[in-house]
């Protein structure tokens, strides 16, 4: 890029400051100073003016927006591992590159997944709320507050890719047995090291695990994966975690079974239609049948500012006229 003029990259929404500093001194960025998602309104403005689009997974850059784009914009650098809030194929079509930031968030959120896995059978939201509110704690009791515990427990991940793998570590680590079912079989020696079961049908994993963790992308195939018939084949003894995308589970279904007791519990960081959040979902979690987290799994300084470098790197690598190392493909 050097010499060259310096790309308009518009960046949708608030970064850490290391990150606005670095898109400052590389490009000419212009940067959202309020923290809040644009409207469609200044999203479509933004598309016409920029070389470079930075959103996030709170701008729904769908077909129309992207028919409407100004003949500059050329890439669409995703700070954001999932690409369901872009039409891929549709920038594809227009000769829009588009790109993501894997890889830097996967450990963050493994971490998130592994204590929701912990939060809800070992009734941990409930346990941290007993001082805080109640003054008179008559203290320990053999009896009082009694969990299931997870060691010893069948654990079946819904996705093996990176964060799915990620979170097996964890739970083997944890003394959880691991099952897993995934479009193609990991490699032998990675089910070698997590001595992990593959599952061919998911029906079968879903009827036989103790705990079930949604770690696969959101596409058009994986929409209401867990469908209410498939989530009814759980034991009802079985928790259910989810730190991938909301609309992989059919969260009607979801809170229909929890509420009549056809399922021990769930820890939910993502939701059907956020930030929007069913009501319903808040009484479980009255009821401790649910521990509910705002869309957080991979939310840390340290994994913002790897994902603005790699937004940063992405955008550079592009405008040498080189393949950006996270193209999306449609
Ligand atoms: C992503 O980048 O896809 C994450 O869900 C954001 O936390």
Not at 157 to 169: E, F, K, N, S, W
């Amino acid at each position: 890029m050097a010499g060259k003029k310096k790309p308009l990259v518009v960046i949708t929404r608030k970064l850490p400051d290391p990150v606005e500093t670095r898109m400052r001194e590389l490009f000419d960025a212009r940067l959202n100073v309020e923290d809040r998602a644009m409207t469609r309104d200044e999203l479509a403005a933004a598309m016409c003016e920029a070389d470079v689009l930075v959103p996030t997974i709170t701008d729904r850059v769908d077909a129309e927006l992207i028919e409407q784009a100004g003949p500059n914009l050329k890439l669409i650098a995703s700070l954001s591992n999932g690409v369901d809030h872009i039409d891929v194929t549709a920038a594809s079509k227009k000769g829009i590159t588009v790109t993501n930031t894997p890889n830097v968030l996967t450990e963050d959120t493994a971490d998130m997944t592994m204590a929701l896995m912990l939060a809800v059978p070992r009734r941990l939201a409930e346990g941290a709320n007993v001082l805080p509110s109640d003054k008179k704690w008559a203290g320990w009791s053999p009896t009082w507050m009694l969990g299931r515990r997870i060691w010893g427990k069948r654990l079946g991940i819904v996705g093996m890719g990176r964060i799915g793998t990620a979170v097996a570590r964890r739970a083997k680590a944890f003394g959880l047995s691991i099952h897993y079912h995934n479009r193609h079989r990991v490699l032998q020696s990675v089910e070698d090291e997590l001595e992990a079961t593959y599952w061919e049908s998911l029906d079968q994993m879903l009827a036989r695990m103790d705990i079930i963790s949604v770690n696969c992308p959101s596409t058009p195939a994986t929409f209401h994966l867990l469908s209410g018939r498939r989530l009814a084949l759980m034991q009802p003894t079985a928790y259910l975690v989810n730190t991938a995308r909301g609309d992989i589970i059919d969260e009607d279904a979801l809170i229909k079974l929890l509420h009549d007791g056809k399922l021990a519990g769930a820890g939910l960081d993502v939701y059907e239609n956020e930030p929007a959040l069913n009501t319903k979902l808040l009484r479980l979690a009255a009821k401790n049948k649910v521990v509910l987290l705002p869309h957080m799994g991979s939310a840390t300084l340290e994994g913002r500012i790897d994902m603005g470098e790699k937004v940063i790197i992405n955008i550079r690598t592009f405008f040498d006229g080189h393949r950006p190392p996270d193209r999306v493909l449609p």
